[in-house]
């Protein structure tokens, strides 16, 4: 039995593929490379010395979903595919609906016409707009999402609960992940940002191995310590393991669940830049900029159901999480391309 590990040549699939490798699953990966490159599932194979089933194709193609389902014996799956860069979702809304709604529509049809209905969704921090109170548990309520990506994650998590709610045989867990950063130990799977990155970490990261000048910190005047929005950060690899153990849960049918996966801890933009320096012993320039529209102020997580259900908590600090985010930018400095 093997898991379809859908977006499975990115970031988080990558990590994730190398953790279920280890624990001896099979992974048959579908990605359409919109965001990656078939590399980091050769360097998976480096890694673990075993590569994933490829199938090169769009989660909204029923032929390759039709031909996956039939040839590989699959048990259940992983979907991370989805476009995630927040700006660009408000300027190309219908692009990043079409993609993740209709996309993962025509997934979750072929999954139930071939009888595989169990399912872990890559879901967001997001969902809870600026929370209701902090630290945040999985009973916050929903907040208001301010861009078409976290609107695709809100609205997928209502598609899922629909469908669990009509047909109770579904097994459907829901994981809402803080902030992922940091990279695999070895230095060779990481975050490949294209272009100008949008988020905290791979900024700096370029930053310090010289192709941006200067971080900018947006906003140093929010009600928190040092005036800089506070975030619950957590190592990829953490992360990884949160799906392995998500998976094994999924083979008790669990029905319907909702996990939070942080590590409890909220830290600073400056404070994840002085760890970083600290880490790396590579000076960062930066410099304070206004606030950046829709950002929260401070988001952390309560991850206490998590430990509970499945057994699983976030040991690596952001400490770790900055020496492997370094180790990957500076042992690959154009990502992929070598
Ligand atoms: P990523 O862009 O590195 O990985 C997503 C993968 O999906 C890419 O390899 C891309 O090529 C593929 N893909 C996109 N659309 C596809 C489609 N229609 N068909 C097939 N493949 C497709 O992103 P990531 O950081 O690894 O994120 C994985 C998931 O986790 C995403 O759903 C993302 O929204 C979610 N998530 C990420 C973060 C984060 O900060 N990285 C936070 C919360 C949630
Ligand atoms: N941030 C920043 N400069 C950057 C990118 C991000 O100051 O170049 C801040 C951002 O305002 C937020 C935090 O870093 O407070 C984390 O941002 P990121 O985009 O990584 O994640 P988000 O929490 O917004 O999803």
Same mark, same amino acid.
């Given at each position: ?45 480096? !890694?673990? =010395? ?8 769009? !989660? ?26 927040? =700006? ?22 072929? *999954? ?30 929903? =907040? ?59 900024? !700096? ?75 790396? =012993? ?38 770790? *999480? ?17």
């Amino acid at each position: 039995m093997a898991i379809l590990v859908t977006g499975g040549a990115g970031y988080i699939g990558s990590h994730t593929i190398v953790e279920l490798f280890g624990e001896g699953y099979d992974v048959v990966v579908l990605d359409n490379l919109s965001n990656s490159c078939e590399k980091s599932l050769e360097r998976v194979e480096e !890694i673990t =010395g075993k590569k994933p089933k490829f199938y090169k194709g769009d !989660i909204a193609d029923r032929e390759v979903l039709s031909e996956i389902f039939e040839k590989e014996s699959i048990e259940s799956c992983i979907h991370f595919a989805g476009l995630k860069a927040v =700006g660009e979702s408000v300027a190309k809304p219908l692009e990043y609906y079409m993609n993740n709604i209709s996309g993962s529509l025509v997934l979750f049809d072929e *999954m139930r016409k071939h009888n595989v209905k169990n399912i872990i969704f890559s879901s967001s921090a997001t969902v809870y707009g600026d929370p209701a109170f902090v630290p945040i548990t999985e009973e916050c309520p929903k =907040g208001e999402i301010t861009n078409p990506y976290g609107q695709t994650k809100g609205m997928l998590e209502q598609i899922l609960t629909d469908m669990y709610k009509a047909d109770p045989e579904w097994n459907i867990i829901l994981l809402r992940y803080f902030n992922p950063i940091g990279a695999h130990e070895s230095g060779r799977i990481g975050e490949n940002p294209n272009g100008i990155p949008n988020n905290l970490m791979p900024y !700096i990261t370029q930053v310090a191995v010289g192709k941006r000048e200067c971080l900018g910190v947006f906003g140093d005047d929010y009600d928190t310590e040092d005036g800089t929005c506070i975030r619950d950060y957590i190592h990829v690899v953490d992360l990884a393991l949160g799906h392995v153990k998500s998976v094994k849960k999924l083979e008790d049918k669990p029905g319907l669940k909702v996990y939070n996966l942080g590590t409890g801890v909220g830290s600073s933009v400056l404070d994840v830049v002085n760890t970083f320096v600290k880490a790396s =012993g590579v000076d960062v320039p930066y410099e304070m900029k206004p606030r950046r529209a829709g950002d929260v102020p401070v988001n952390f997580c309560d991850a206490t159901k998590a430990k509970e259900e499945l057994g699983w908590v976030a040991k690596r600090d952001l400490y770790k *999480m900055c020496e492997d985010s370094w180790r990957w930018q500076s042992n690959n400095p154009n990502g992929y391309e070598e």
